[in-house]
């Protein structure tokens, strides 16, 4: 009897303190599809105050990404280790 994955549930945040830079090049692109399928325009993504180096690679990917209409550092909410994400329609 095998199980069924469990669906993490989309939110208008995503913390990436769980996940590796590495991983972050296909996971915001895929989050933030799955954001835009459940209707969602505006995603806080918190990636920290550390070095900067995982919020420039952040900020570096959002600027190529087709989906992304304009993104703020820092975000109103989150200041310094987070920054507020707009989705195109």
Same mark, same amino acid.
């Given at each position: 009897?095998?199980? !069924?994955?469990? /669906?993490?549930? +989309?939110?208008?945040?995503?913390?990436? =303190?769980?996940?590796?830079?590495?991983?972050?090049? %296909?996971?915001?692109?895929?989050?933030?599809? !799955?954001?835009? /399928?459940?209707? +969602?325009?505006?995603?806080?993504?918190? =990636?920290?105050?550390?070095?900067?180096?995982?919020? %420039?690679?952040?900020?570096?990917?959002?600027?190529?990404?087709?989906?992304?209409?304009?993104?703020?550092?820092?975000?109103?909410?989150?200041?310094?280790?987070?920054?507020?994400?707009?989705?195109?329609?």
């Amino acid at each position: 009897m095998s199980e !069924e994955p469990h /669906r993490i549930p +989309i939110t208008p945040e995503l913390d990436l =303190h769980t996940f590796r830079p590495a991983e972050i090049g %296909e996971l915001l692109p895929e989050y933030f599809a !799955e954001c835009l /399928r459940e209707g +969602i325009r505006g995603v806080r993504v918190i =990636h920290g105050k550390g070095t900067g180096s995982l919020r %420039e690679g952040v900020h570096a990917l959002l600027r190529r990404l087709p989906e992304v209409q304009e993104f703020h550092y820092p975000a109103a909410d989150g200041g310094w280790g987070a920054t507020w994400v707009v989705l195109k329609k």
